[in-house]
T-cell receptor, first 112, second 114 residues
Framework: QKEVEQDPGPLSVPEGAIVSLNCTYS??????FMWYRQYSRKGPELLMY??SSGNKEDGRFTAQVDKSSKYISLFIRDSQPSDSATYLC????????????WGAGTKLIIKP | NAGVMQNPRHLVRRRGQEARLRCSPM?????VYWYRQLPEEGLKFMVY????????ESGMPKERFSAEFPKEGPSILRIQQVVRGDSAAYFC????????????FGAGTRLSVL
């Protein structure tokens, strides 16, 4: 079993829809949860960063962490074609707080 | 404040040649990380460096790969005697002191080995 599981997609939704992207992880020691966005042939861009459980909102983006079920989510409201990219989740722990464990990424396509 | 700068963006090498990839971290950042990404795959950690020190190289292949972050100048990832399997995108990230989980990435170097 991989430490972080993420459905590779592609996930195709119409413009304006609410998008839900998810990852599951296996190690309960993880306390840091990140979402990155990566456009084709570009570097990953940090979108959201959460420590421990709970929700965090930034504009159209909401990150959610459920530590009891080891499940993290990224919601995108009012999706735009410019949101089309690969979304990578990453997790880390205090014990090794620099070595992030990465999901494989979900390719998201927003259709105009 | 410039972001993480990587060069070259694209690098083509023939089998057996050496590849040198450079990374300048964001201003004020003292931690540098190198990752490798194959097509349709996630990022794989290679090495973590601070100035003049390799902190963790557990993700580096034992042979042909080396990394440095000198007191002056960029961090260098060096691949000797490249093989076709080394073809990938190599990303560098940096983080400020005290927040090693928050890593900011460069645009990457795409290495193609002919």
């Amino acid at each position: 079993q991989k430490e972080v599981e993420q459905d590779p997609g592609p996930l195709s939704v119409p413009e304006g829809a609410i998008v839900s992207l998810n990852c599951t992880y296996s190690n309960s020691a993880f306390q840091y949860f990140m979402w990155y966005r990566q456009y084709s042939r570009k570097g990953p861009e940090l979108l959201m960063y959460t420590y421990s459980s709970g929700n965090k909102e930034d504009g159209r983006f909401t990150a959610q962490v459920d530590k009891s079920s080891k499940y993290i989510s990224l919601f995108i409201r009012d999706s735009q074609p410019s949101d089309s990219a690969t979304y990578l989740c990453a997790v880390g722990s205090m014990d090794s707080n620099y070595q992030l464990i990465w999901g494989a990424g979900t390719k998201l396509i927003i259709k105009p | 404040n410039a972001g993480v700068m990587q060069n070259p963006r694209h690098l083509v090498r023939r089998r057996g040649q050496e590849a040198r990839l450079r990374c300048s971290p964001m201003k004020g950042h003292s931690h540098v990380y190198w990752y490798r990404q194959l097509p349709e795959e996630g990022l794989k950690f290679m090495v973590y460096l601070q100035k003049e020190n390799i902190i963790d190289e557990s993700g580096m292949p034992k042979e042909r790969f080396s990394a440095e972050f000198p007191k002056e100048g960029p961090s260098i990832l060096r691949i000797q005697q490249v093989v076709r399997g080394d073809s990938a995108a190599y990303f560098c990230a940096s983080s400020p002191p005290g927040t090693k989980n928050i890593q900011y990435f460069g645009a990457g170097t795409r290495l193609s080995v002919l």
